[in-house]
């Protein structure tokens, strides 16, 4: 018989009751280490001070009165989003999907508004993840996602991540734009080069195109900037932003140059959700500390400090690892043996950590970890390796 929650996911037998900064606490009181901040979403830990008073602070005034009215957290939310990065105009939704969904739709409804309709196309990267509305798995490409659910989203190609040549000689005359993660995450953790963003920004201005960055898992402060694409110093057109921009909350955004978001007039777009004062109350609660004096400082220092430790366990243990890779606290541990058992071993001796591509163990610690969570978590990664051998 099937279960009362569709049998979509596979979860642990493992059942939080609350969670307090970098840790997760079962009923039984079992303490966590949580190194996948709810997949890239608890950028903050949980339950923040500051948000949650923010949260319910608004719980007891207005939830909801949709986008029929005016919305001053969301006012307010836009200008700081826009004010801290390249985009002229944010649309808010409620997930990563919906945001790069819009950023689809924003992209040909561009080219439709500059007079050519035939440029619908959209070039991306294999191994991409851009979430599962059919447009999105469209854009994915991956066949672990895509099988059964044809017919597809007509008018995505796929190059090979990272070469600059295979994506120019795919460029043709219906091309409208590029849309490509800076961070792979799903795909394995792997960053773009800064050569290669480049690359793109250069080919998109040859040809016309719209540069459009996924930045749903690497954006938000993850790598160190506020945006992984800052790295490269390349102003993309679209990006799509939501997990860490809510804290937890359910919260999507897509941003925007004003040349992009030129014909998105109204109508075009809308989400009965998108930007509610609940969700607003709690990204600008999010913006408070992530714009706050050092944070991305701090974020820095802390990825330089894990990095290097990862590396010298990796190094130590090269039956288990035969690298690291990744960016800020986006990171991944290049796997000899079975990430997923390795996951489960983890979790045992009390550190949550995620997997990604098919040996890649992920690690998205919360950005508000100090040095002695590190040291926890290379105490427990160590021994976890040592009883591995
Ligand atoms: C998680 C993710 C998505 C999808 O986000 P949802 O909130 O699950 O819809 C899209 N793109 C990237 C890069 C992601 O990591």
């Known amino acids: ?48 001070p500051h948000i949650v008073a923010a949260l319910k602070d608004q719980a007891g005034k207005l939830w909801h009165c949709s986008n029929l009215y005016t919305i001053p957290g969301q006012q307010r939310l836009a200008e700081r989003l826009v004010a801290n990065s390249f985009a002229d105009t944010v649309f808010f939704c409620n997930s990563g999907a919906e945001a790069v969904e819009a950023g689809i739709k924003m992209a040909r409804r561009y080219h439709h508004g500059a007079g050519h309709p035939e440029r619908f196309r959209i070039i991306c990267a294999e191994n991409a993840f851009h979430g599962r509305t059919l447009a999105d798995i469209s854009a994915g490409g991956q066949e672990k996602h895509t099988q059964g659910f044809g017919p597809l989203v007509e008018g995505f190609d796929h190059v090979p991540f990272g070469n600059m040549n295979e994506l120019r000689s795919a460029i043709g005359a219906e091309t409208a734009a590029i849309l490509v993660e800076p961070v792979q995450g799903e795909g394995g953790i792997r960053p773009a080069s800064e050569d290669y963003l480049r690359g793109l920004r250069a080919a998109a201005d040859e040809f016309g195109l719209l540069l459009f960055f996924d930045e749903v898992q690497s954006g938000m402060g993850r790598t160190g900037r506020f945006f992984a694409h800052e790295w490269a110093g390349v102003k993309p057109d679209i990006v799509a932003v939501a997990k860490g921009i809510g804290g937890g909350f359910p919260l999507g955004a897509c941003l925007a140059s004003e040349k992009a978001a030129a014909s998105m007039d109204g109508g075009s777009h809308g989400s009965t959700y998108g930007g509610n004062p609940l969700a607003m109350a709690a990204g600008n609660a999010v913006l408070d500390i992530l714009l706050g004096d050092g944070f991305l400082d701090h974020v820095v220092a802390m990825a330089a400090l894990l990095r290097a ?81």
């Not at 009923?27 to 709810?38: E, H, N």
């Not at 040996?359 to 105490?379: F, K, Y």
């Open 1 to 48: 018989m099937i279960s009362a929650i569709l049998p979509t996911y596979n979860p642990a037998d493992l059942a939080f009751e609350r969670g307090e900064g970098a840790y997760l606490f079962t009923a039984d009181g079992r303490r966590f280490l949580d190194f996948t901040s709810g997949i890239g979403v608890t950028s903050l830990g949980h339950a923040h």
């Open 309 to 389: 430790r990862l590396d010298d366990l990796t190094t130590r243990h090269q039956k288990i690892f035969t690298g690291v890779r990744g960016l800020g606290l986006m990171l991944g541990l290049e796997c000899a043996v079975a990430n997923r058992d390795l996951m489960v071993k983890l979790r045992e001796n009390g550190l949550l950590t995620l997997t990604a591509g098919d040996d890649v163990l992920r690690l998205l610690p919360p950005l508000v970890i100090e040095e002695s969570h590190v040291d926890e978590a290379m105490e427990i990664l160590e021994t976890t390796c040592r009883e591995w051998e």
